[in-house]
Nanobody, 123 residues
């Protein structure tokens, strides 16, 4: 089993930045792809960004150029640097990890799931 714990969320003004972290523990050797999803009230869960164990990345069009996903495999930690934040970025952000490839994350398929951290962007 793998446990995921997110941190770094909070309240930020429009145009500001936040850095989310997700620390994995347990059977971390089994993890390949990792990613960040978000879900706003009355909206479907959306894959924001994903990264493979080799560092291949993918982003949703809505965050391309503003968000950067990275991972430190030695620390078993996933990051999401969010810049130029907009009100529509407001959501609960979840970390996910999977034994398979990024393709599974794009299909909303994953083995492990964190509790989420709230990000609120306001004026």
């Amino acid at each position: 089993q793998v446990q995921l714990e997110e941190s770094g969320g909070g309240l930020v003004q429009i145009g500001g930045s936040l850095r989310l972290s997700c620390e994995a523990s347990g059977d971390t050797f089994s993890i390949n792809a990792m990613g960040w999803y978000r879900q706003a009230p009355r909206s479907q869960r959306e894959l924001v960004a994903g990264i493979s164990s080799s560092g291949k990345t993918m982003y949703a069009d809505s965050v391309l150029g503003r968000f950067t996903i990275s991972r430190d495999n030695a620390k078993n930690t996933l990051y999401l640097q969010m810049n130029s934040l907009k009100p529509e970025d407001t959501a609960v952000y979840f970390c996910a990890a999977d034994k398979g490839t990024l393709v599974r994350l794009t299909r909303n398929e994953f083995d492990y799931w964190g509790q989420g951290t709230q990000v609120t962007v306001s004026s």
